[in-house]
C-alpha cells in the first residue's frame, strides 16, 4: 500500500481576485472549483489543476481578505516543485516570469511571496496539462513533481515515521510511487526564525489513496504513532488529517469522487459550488465572498 503521490497541495492568499489571476492567467491552470472552505465557510475555497481537475496537479487555496504575508518556518512546505517536459519548457517559463533558469531549473515566487520551482523531468506518469491560449501544451506545466519542506532534527522522529508509511529515502527526499503517479518531500534545515502562517504560505500537502485503501491508511498512521482525524467527507474526496513529527501537516485523500461529481466538466469552477451539507448556508455566505470573474469568458480554449 503505497499513496499514488502528491494529492492536492493547500495555500493561503490575502487576495482572490490576483490569486485567480496569476494561477490561471500567467501560470495557465485552470480554475476547477469554486467553492468555500468546510471548516471556515465564511471564506473561499479555490482549486486550480489541469483540464479535468486531476489529482496530483491541484494546487488550492483559502482565501482570508486582506491576510498579512506569512513567513515558512520549522514544520512548514516552503516550495512547491512543478513538472515541465523539456529544455525549451525551462527556457519559455523564465522568459514569461521574468526570472533566469539555473539548469534544469526554474525558481520564483507568486505575488504574495509563495516558492514555486518548475523542473525538467522524465517520468511515465501521465503529463497533467490545463489548455491556455497563450501556452503551448507540449511547453505547459504537467502536474506536481514534489515539495520542500522546513524541519529540525528529521532523523529521529521523522525518518521512521515516514518509513513506515511506505516512503522510500533518497537523501533528503522521501518518495512514494502508487499504481499511477511518484511524489515527494524533501525536508532541510529550517531557518532560526518561527514560521508564520499567512497570506503566501502552504497550509498542508495530501497524498492520494484509493477510496478501498483510505481506512487501511488512517489505522497505519496510528500505529506509526501519529493522531490521524477520522475520515471526513469532503464530498469530492475524503479525507484524514494529521501532522507528521517535524510538524507539517499532512491529509490523506481519495482519488475521487471527483470535481464532476455536481458539474459539467467543460464548466468547470465558473461558479460558486457548495457540497450539499453546505447548500443550506448559501444566501448567508456568498454575499460576503469576494466577487471573482470567470477566468475563462473570454477564454478561446473554453
Not at 495530501?206 to 467527507?233: C, F, L, N, Y
Not at 469532503?234 to 510538524?247: L, V
Request: aromatic share 10%; charged share 25%.
Amino acid at each position: 500500500m503505497r499513496f499514488d503521490g502528491i494529492h492536492h497541495i493547500t495555500c493561503i492568499t490575502g487576495d482572490a481576485p490576483r490569486n485567480v489571476d496569476f494561477y490561471t492567467g500567467t501560470l495557465g491552470l485552470r480554475l476547477v472549483k469554486k467553492t468555500v472552505n468546510q471548516d471556515d465557510p465564511t471564506v473561499y475555497h479555490l482549486f486550480y489543476a489541469d483540464e479535468k481537475g486531476s489529482p496530483g496537479a491541484d494546487l488550492t487555496f483559502f482565501e482570508y481578505p486582506g491576510a498579512v504575508p506569512g513567513r515558512p518556518g520549522a514544520g512548514m512546505v516552503y516550495s512547491i516543485v512543478w513538472r515541465v517536459g523539456s529544455a525549451e519548457a525551462l527556457d519559455f517559463w523564465a522568459e514569461r516570469l521574468g526570472v533566469e533558469r539555473a539548469g534544469d531549473t526554474v525558481v520564483f515566487t507568486d505575488p504574495e511571496g509563495l516558492q514555486h520551482e518548475l523542473v525538467l523531468t522524465h517520468v511515465p506518469d501521465e503529463p497533467l496539462i490545463a489548455d491556455h491560449p497563450e501556452i503551448p501544451r507540449e511547453l505547459a506545466l504537467q502536474g506536481f513533481e514534489g515539495a520542500r519542506a522546513y524541519a529540525r532534527d528529521v532523523d529521529v522522529a521523522t525518518a521512521p515515521f515516514l518509513e513506515q508509511l511506505g516512503f522510500e529515502r533518497d537523501g533528503n527526499d522521501w518518495r512514494t510511487r502508487g499504481d499511477s503517479r511518484e511524489g515527494w518531500i524533501e525536508y532541510n534545515d529550517a531557518p532560526e526564525d518561527s514560521g508564520i502562517p499567512g497570506a503566501g504560505t502552504v497550509h498542508h500537502i495530501a497524498w492520494a489513496s484509493t477510496m478501498d485503501d483510505h481506512e487501511a491508511w488512517q489505522k497505519r498512521v496510528a500505529d506509526a504513532g501519529g493522531r490521524p482525524t477520522p475520515i471526513i467527507d469532503r464530498f469530492w474526496f475524503r479525507s484524514i488529517y494529521f501532522r507528521e513529527p517535524s510538524g507539517v501537516l499532512f491529509e490523506i485523500a481519495t482519488l475521487g469522487p471527483g470535481f464532476a461529481t455536481d458539474e459539467d466538466p467543460a464548466h468547470l469552477g465558473e461558479k460558486l459550488i457548495l457540497p450539499p451539507a453546505f447548500e443550506h448556508l448559501r444566501a448567508e455566505v456568498e454575499p460576503i465572498l469576494t466577487p471573482l470573474p470567470n477566468p475563462r469568458e473570454h477564454d478561446p480554449v473554453a
